[in-house]
């Protein structure tokens, strides 16, 4: 019979160990008011959040924008960013306990996010959470990001756990296809949208107080099957009425 130790769980960052899409969406409006672009952020990121920032950039202009100027701008969003969180990081209700618990059960546990090395430290080092992944998996060690699944799938190589056996948690559109598209199955947070705009996740909550390390062994043992990844949700196009 298989145990805890025999999955893993594999949390995205933003939006899942913190609620921090608010002040994304504001930092990327301040972003786009100084460049002239009207482009609405909060419903921008409905549609995509769970990619890089870079990427998110790239689909606001309807012209070819030199690299360069998205690094730039990819930098003073982040700045904005930092700035406005700054002073209100907190993880998401229940997280610690879930994880401490899942640690006891004995299942192995990774980060796979679409953030760099040096925003995440921002995040899991500021709320000391780094002791209970057993891989870090950032955008710096993929080649494509969400909604493409390698960052998944690289994690659940590093844990050597097969894919069938993961559990992705995510809060984002293209973080659930990224998670099909490497062959797991997701449980999702409706931190950043509804509940409805999801796919097909095994169950959709508001923070971890609604679920234990427990429940989510027995739903992984149900071996329900993993989704059709939808190629219409991961589409990379911003979608006005997203």
Known sequence: MATASDYALIFDMDGVLVNNTDIQAHAFQMLFRDLGLTTNAHQLLQRLNGMPAGAIL???FRHAVPEE???RYTNQREFLYRTLYWDHRQEVRGLTPFLQAAR???FRIALGTGSGNDTIGYIIDHLDLRRYFDEVITKDDVDRGKPHGDTYSVAAEKIGIPPERCLVFEDAIMGEQAAYRAG???LCLSTSISADKFQAPLRVIQDFTEITPAVTLELLEQNTPVPTPSKELASRQYAQDA
């Open 184 to 186: 797991m199955r997701c």
């Open 58 to 60: 790239r689909s606001v």
């Open 104 to 106: 006891a059960m004995g």
């Open 69 to 71: 100027d998205i690094e």
